[in-house]
């Protein structure tokens, strides 16, 4: 083999192993990540093994496995929630943008976190993604309702008599 050049064998499931101690064509994994060698999913998959945002978990354990779907869920829920602007009455409006801003920057960074966990292409992950994501919408949804409610029902119905 030529110099600078590697193999790369795919497999029928759609992963692509790299031998242990290889590296990306660009450089952009180092040996130590791969030195037991490792699949990589090209397609979506089912099963517990899986890599998701840190190295090494949830190391093939199922209990490992259902607390990172926990937690997937729980980053796609939050950032969801995050997503209505906080109505700060009383404050300045420099303060006020402020902690704006630094809730859309932690906001940007739980979705980012969410985009990198669904690349493991884990059916479950992505599932329980989606599901964190649609969970959240609901709950913002359901509470601007409850207040748009609560807002109709303060408000008296002019020129309305009760007697028909």
């Known amino acids: 083999m030529e110099k600078g050049k590697m193999f790369y064998d795919h497999d029928h499931d759609g992963g692509m192993y790299m ?10 994994m180092n040996s130590t990540s791969m030195d037991m ?10 099963g517990k093994d ?11 354990s199922l209990g490992m496995y259902i607390l990172a779907l926990i937690f997937v869920f729980l980053l ?16 300045s409006s420099m303060a006020a943008l402020l902690i704006q801003a630094c809730v859309y920057v932690v906001r940007m960074a739980l979705a980012y976190m969410v985009m990198l966990s669904v690349m493991s292409f884990n059916l479950g992950v992505f599932i ?6 649609g969970a959240g919408f609901l709950l913002v949804k359901a509470r601007a309702l ?15 008599s009760s007697k028909v």
């Open 128 to 133: 329980v993604a989606v599901a964190g994501h």
């Open 146 to 160: 409850a207040a748009a409610n609560r807002a109709d029902s303060a408000v008296p119905s002019a020129g309305i």
């Open 76 to 91: 796609g829920f939050a950032v969801e929630v995050l997503s209505i602007s906080p109505q700060l009455v009383g404050s």
């Open 19 to 28: 031998p242990p101690g290889s590296s990306m064509p660009d450089g952009s």
């Open 37 to 46: 060698g490792m699949m990589m999913h090209m397609t979506f998959y089912w």
């Open 50 to 60: 899986v890599l998701v945002l840190f190295s090494g978990w949830p190391e093939r």
